[in-house]
């Protein structure tokens, strides 16, 4: 539960209050297990989650959209004193720091501080990578693969090739359709927004073994000011 981690505190002069996040995601799947997911970190925060149909699509808007935040800052003061923008994107095979620095690139190009380059708290955009898709954060908290689907083995985690969620060769989500259809699950073919919902609302966000995933919960407890 998102009390587990909070601690009390007070915000440093000059930082924002952060009362509200908007996420930008490149798919339905990734929408799906977001809005089980980030109550358990927000907490009080409000949310929005905005998805894409694919990883292409949200690089092509993404531009234009962060281009709408930077002139929303310059007219909502309470936009721009309370809220943030936090991009999701899945690296698949590409390069992870040359992606990152294309986000970096297009949010400084709409005069955006992003968490990355900018001094202390005073941010409005973080990019955020899941390496290298979405099903590398199941595999780092298998406790909810289990209590979704009962029939997986417990012993998928100390397998070699599973043992490190973000460096699951030949395809994350590939290889978690081919661990639930040995367990006798989706015969035909990963429903991944149904797996979404169906893994995402037994996630424990403290127990994570996924590098990724914890860069991401750190970054959104830090902005509940936990």
């Not at 905005?50 to 007219?75: A, V, W």
């Not at 990963?190 to 893994?199: D, Q, S």
Request: hydrophobic residues 40%; neutral net charge.
């Amino acid at each position: 539960p998102a009390s587990a981690f909070r601690r009390p505190g007070k915000t440093g002069e000059g930082e924002m209050t952060i009362e509200h996040v908007e996420l930008l995601v490149e798919e339905p799947s990734m929408e799906a297990a977001l809005r089980r997911l980030l109550p358990k970190v927000l907490g009080h925060l409000t949310f929005e989650v905005y998805p894409h149909q694919c990883k292409d699509e949200l690089l092509l808007r993404l531009p234009q959209r962060l281009r709408g935040y930077s002139q929303r800052r310059k007219s909502d003061s309470w936009f721009r004193d309370h809220c943030r923008i936090v991009v999701v994107i899945e690296r698949d095979d590409e390069n992870c720091a040359e992606l990152k620095r294309r986000l970096e690139t297009m949010a400084e190009d709409a005069a955006l501080a992003t968490r990355s380059n900018a001094k202390g708290n005073l941010y409005t955009v973080a990019n955020r990578l899941a390496i290298e898709e979405l099903e590398a954060w199941y595999f780092g908290d298998w406790e909810a693969v289990r209590a979704a689907y009962p029939r997986v083995s417990a012993s998928v985690p100390a397998q070699a090739k599973y043992r490190h969620p973000d460096a699951i060769a030949g395809g994350t989500w590939e290889a978690f359709e081919r661990v639930l259809q040995k367990a006798g699950y989706f015969s035909g073919g990963l429903r991944k927004v149904e797996a979404a919902r169906t893994v995402a609302v037994h996630m424990e966000p403290s127990r994570n073994t996924s590098p990724s995933f914890c860069a991401f919960r750190d970054a959104l407890l830090e902005m509940a000011g936990a």
